[in-house]
């Protein structure tokens, strides 16, 4: 038995999971929203802009609080698209299958039996957003 074969079909297994269609169907609603793209576009302009003046020998705390904000602005409306939304709620169903695989790999590498173990999960309130999270369980 060929283990990157086995990967491999698995790989396709997942492709064809009705979780990761939803997620392929949100990711291209996201790439033809021209309101979201051109907010992400301003984002990405502002974010650089503050890097730019971030590197300055002579920064402007003024100019840098201004791009905070604007950022924070635009990032907001950035979550609220309701494209934006259903991509991230399909990643986070993404994320939580692998994670759960992952875990059955971990479960088997410890011994377990393949066919019947069974990963803990635990429940946690995920607002999707990760940099304040302690991780996924």
Do not use: W
Request: hydrophobic content about 35%; overall charge negative; proline content about 2%.
């Amino acid at each position: 038995m060929d283990v990157i074969a086995k990967a491999r079909e698995l790989g396709a297994a997942l492709q064809q999971d009705e979780r990761y269609l939803k997620l392929m169907e949100a990711q291209k609603a996201n790439e033809e929203d021209t309101a979201l793209n051109e907010l992400i576009a301003r984002i990405q302009l502002v974010q650089m802009s503050f890097q730019h003046e971030a590197q300055k020998e002579d920064k402007n705390e003024q100019k840098l609080e201004a791009y905070d904000k604007e950022f924070g602005e635009i990032y907001t409306q950035i979550m609220a698209n309701p494209n934006m939304q259903a991509y991230e709620a399909a990643r986070a169903e993404i994320d939580n299958l692998m994670q759960y695989i992952n875990n059955i790999f971990v479960l088997c590498l410890q011994g377990e039996d393949p066919a019947t173990c069974e990963p803990k999960t635990e429940e946690h309130n995920c607002s999707g957003e990760c940099s304040s999270c302690g991780g996924c369980h």
